[in-house]
């Protein structure tokens, strides 16, 4: 390969960047190369926004206590001006900001960094059955009449409490009756206690990577032989799932005294820490900015070229960016090594993206539902005679009822994934649809077939590698790896020798060589 | 410089056996390849059209109106532009235009790769004071209404690159050279040549046949044959990659296929590479029963089939012109090169 010596030392250039950022995050930030060598931790940032009133101000917020499965290994407040100090007793935990004067929009930060582990200093929390609520006049009826029905189909306390849970999916006629008074989790509590079973409501939040402005949801805590047990109300989630409880004790989440319209939000993300223990998870989380920029902390400042040293809010959008690349990668090589066609150059990225939301195999379904259908509609509207640039948004349109159609169906059907449909770049297929149906038209279905498979398996290519556990490890917590990206693709962007495909269409001249 | 024809059913045994696939062992077929210079897709963007090429002589060939009015102002001869149809409004007045001709063909001035390309005929059996009718090459019917979207796509700018608008340029026919009717099923066949800094590098002949419904493309399935540079006679014929002897439709020997003019055709394709300025440049020419050899069009990315046509590679030729000192101005000392250049 011809080279020439500026562009040589240009990638050079890249590939020793990229190394040394690299070795310097896994040397000195202790950061490993597998994901396997690591605790899970998550990072919960709860952020408390509201208006105060020109007046002392003070707020108490519940803080989760211990927790069953998630030990707290660090935490941190961000609060200018603010007086903080932590309520503890034995089994609730308060954070009380206070403020002699203050006015306008307030914000308040608490993050708290959780280990998964089993937490041995966790007690099983204990209360009793709440004296039996009173149901009144045909409350009482119905209240009773759904009692008795789902104790015959139940064979013990934990199952009557499912079959509780099951009947308020479905409400029939005394349970909506019942439901017209309080939500479900509150008659399904009074209703548990009716029946002699400690039960009480708790506010939890669910843990999802990347999660952004979440709120906590209402669920069922009851104890039933002894055993101290979790519900959703709804019955969309098991209590397996990654989950924190935030408030159990009947509580109110935020008390403001001297201010109005408060509001949280949780973010949060699930990092990789090293096993080397809690010193150099802290020495990598304490760089979240809170309290000001990260060298008033006294940690590695400006060199530290991570991820990390942002907002865990912003960190989660990053988590996604930072794969973008990689895909892109996987783009140029398919297309100048292997040689394979796709319709619409970065398109492929942009699906995969849009997979990583929904799941493969709801994404390529639905990838085909839309793609399909938007065709057999593209090729009516070709009858007539159609500017450009009105047939793109008639195709526009379609796409947009194609999806909320699929939307319908899937959820009709007890499908909740086909409402992920709608994170589909929607102007992109609607370009790629046009695209095809033109194809179509002059090169016959067999080009729309390869172009067509050609995208969508760069598309899946993309997904398996950007969905790929260690693949995600490593862009998130390397950053010099995208300066390895970029001499690859300097490197791809400068290669003259043959496409793999080009081996098969060039064939014929292996065989005339002698 | 000849090759002799390879038999088909050799080429089929051979690839009838999975071991002996070109991707079975990719790297002694990188190595085939590299040894008979042939050139790449990547080799061809980076080492000739980025360096030979400057983008903004691009125009020049990607717009055929550009490509014609600069042809007529360097004496090359090209088909007759019959009309140029601008903005919608143009469409109505364009008919009556075409009432009058015996056939005529309609064309993107910006589409790329024979896209968009409608070729009209007058019906045979016109009735006395019936408003004019127009078939297709295949002999379907072809309505007025057909004519007008088809007008109204160009304009729209389905069949140029990136969707840009466009312009239609409406052409006279060409009358295909009857010896070369034999050799061609329902289109015009048209000559390919790669010319290199001012000299011809590579022919091909593109002749459509069923397979390519009328279209002269290599991929849409025509026969290409490939055409000694230095002579103008055949060499090799392929079909979908593969090699063949005979025309699919006419049942032909493609071997015995000679080019009548092949100066005048080089010279022509010289020409074209010098009013241009492009270094790099596939000129597609025809040869019309009357007018002699036309410029159809310019491509600034012509593609690789070419090779496979000609059984040869392209990097061996080029790589010896590029070792020329200096390249003769007149046109007659370049043609006179070519018969100890290769």
Redesign the interface.
């Given at each position: 390969m011809r080279l020439n010596s500026r562009f040589s030392l240009l990638v050079i250039f890249l590939l020793v960047i990229g190394t040394s950022l690299i070795v310097y995050r896994y040397s000195v930030a202790g950061i490993p190369f597998t994901p396997g060598q690591t605790h899970t931790v998550w990072s919960v940032e709860a952020k408390v926004s509201f208006t105060a009133d020109d007046a002392p101000v003070n707020l108490s917020l519940a803080l989760p206590a211990a927790q069953p499965s998630l030990t707290r290994i660090a935490e941190r407040t961000a609060s200018p001006g603010f007086g903080l100090r932590f309520d503890e007793d034995n089994s609730k935990r308060r954070a009380e900001w206070s403020i002699r004067q203050a006015s306008g929009l307030q914000t308040l930060y608490y993050v708290a960094d959780f280990q998964v582990a089993n937490n041995s200093a966790y007690a099983a929390p204990l209360f009793s059955v709440t004296p039996p609520p009173r149901f009144l006049g045909p409350l009482k009826n119905s209240a009773k009449a759904l009692l008795e029905r789902i104790h015959q189909t139940s064979a013990n306390d934990l199952s009557l409490a499912y079959a509780l849970i099951a009947e308020f999916q479905t409400p029939q006629q005394d349970v909506q009756f019942l439901l017209q008074g309080a939500p479900a989790s509150q008659r399904i509590v009074e209703l548990l206690s009716q029946a002699d079973i400690p039960a009480r409501t708790v506010k939890v939040l669910l843990l999802e990577d990347g999660a952004r402005r979440q709120s906590l949801q209402t669920w069922v805590q009851l104890i039933a032989d002894e055993q101290v047990h979790l519900l959703d109300p709804k019955g969309e989630h098991k209590a397996t799932q990654p989950l924190l409880i935030w408030e159990q004790g009947d509580k109110s989440v935020i008390d403001l005294i001297g201010g109005h319209g408060a509001k949280i939000g949780f973010s949060m993300l699930k990092q990789r820490m090293p096993i080397s223990g809690a010193s150099a998870n802290s020495a990598v989380l304490n760089g979240t900015v809170l309290n000001g920029p990260p060298s008033a902390h006294g940690n590695d400042g400006l060199l530290n070229l991570s991820i990390h040293s942002l907002p865990l809010n912003d960190q989660s959008v990053f988590k996604g960016i930072l794969l973008v690349p990689v895909g892109v990668l996987l783009v140029v090589i398919m297309r100048t090594l292997v040689g394979l066609s796709t319709s619409g150059t970065f398109m492929p990225v942009l699906i995969a993206l849009a997979f990583m939301q929904t799941s493969l195999l709801t994404g390529v379904v639905g990838f085909l539902l839309i793609v399909g259908v938007g065709l057999l509609i593209r090729s009516y509207f070709s009858r007539h005679n159609l500017l450009l640039v009105a047939r793109i948004s008639l195709v526009i349109i379609s796409v947009v009822l194609i999806l909320a159609l699929f939307s319908v169906i899937s959820y009709r059907m007890g499908l909740s994934e086909g409402l992920k449909l709608t994170l589909f770049p929607m102007i992109i297929l609607s370009w790629t649809i046009e695209r095809m149906s033109i194809l179509w038209e002059e090169e016959g279905h067999k080009a729309v077939l390869t172009q067509g498979g050609g995208s969508l398996l760069v598309a899946i290519l993309s997904y398996l590698v950007m969905s790929n556990e260690w693949v995600r490890h490593l862009t998130f917590n390397f950053l010099g790896l995208q300066f390895i990206f970029m001499a690859l693709v300097l490197m791809c962007g400068s290669y003259t020798g043959y496409r793999l495909l080009e081996l098969r269409r060039f064939g014929v001249f292996r065989s005339s060589e002698t | 410089m000849s090759?002799a024809l390879?038999k088909p059913d050799v080429?089929n045994m051979?690839r009838l056996s999975l071991f002996n696939?070109?991707?079975a062992s990719?790297i002694?077929?990188?190595r085939?390849?590299?040894?008979?210079g042939?050139m790449?897709?990547?080799?061809r963007n980076?080492?000739y059209i980025a360096r030979y090429n400057p983008r903004r002589l691009y125009p020049l060939v990607d717009n055929k109106l550009k490509t014609k009015t600069l042809a007529i102002e360097h004496n090359v001869n090209v088909p007759e532009l019959l009309s140029v149809v601008r903005e919608q409004p143009d469409i109505r007045t364009v008919q009556s235009v075409l009432n009058d001709l015996n056939g005529f063909c309609i064309k993107p001035a910006q589409g790329s790769g024979g896209?968009?390309i409608l070729v009209a005929l007058r019906a045979e059996n016109q009735e006395e004071g019936q408003p004019v009718q127009w078939t297709r090459t295949n002999g379907k019917p072809l309505s007025r209404n057909e004519i007008?979207?088809h007008l109204?796509n160009i304009l729209?700018?389905?069949f140029s690159l990136g969707?840009r608008?466009d312009v239609a340029i409406v052409e006279e026919l060409i009358q295909v050279d009857p010896l070369f009717q034999q050799f061609t099923h329902e289109g015009v066949p048209d000559l390919r040549v790669i010319v290199f800094k001012g000299l011809p590098v590579m022919a091909m002949m593109r002749l459509s046949c069923h397979d390519s419904h009328g279209k002269a493309n290599l991929h849409?399935g025509a026969v290409g044959v490939g055409i000694d540079i230095a002579q103008g006679v055949a060499v090799n014929a392929?079909q979908h990659?593969?090699?063949i002897t005979h025309h699919p439709d006419t049942q032909q020997p493609l071997i015995d296929l000679k080019i009548p003019h092949w100066q005048n055709l080089l010279r022509l394709a010289c020409s074209c590479s010098d009013m241009t300025g492009l270094g790099y440049l596939g000129v597609d020419l025809v040869l019309d029963k009357h007018k002699g050899p036309l410029l159809l069009e310019l491509n600034a990315r012509p593609g690789l089939a070419i090779?496979?046509a000609n059984?040869a590679?392209l990097l061996p030729r080029l790589q010896s012109i590029e070792a020329l000192e200096s390249i003769p101005a007149s046109l007659d000392e370049r043609l006179a090169l070519l018969h100890h250049l290769y």
């Open positions: - | 090759f390879v080429m051979k696939h070109p991707l990719p002694r077929t990188y085939a390849l590299h040894d008979q042939i790449g897709m990547n080799c980076l080492r896209k968009g007008s979207r109204s729209a700018g389905i969707g608008s849409q392929v990659g593969q090699p090779q496979v059984n590679g």
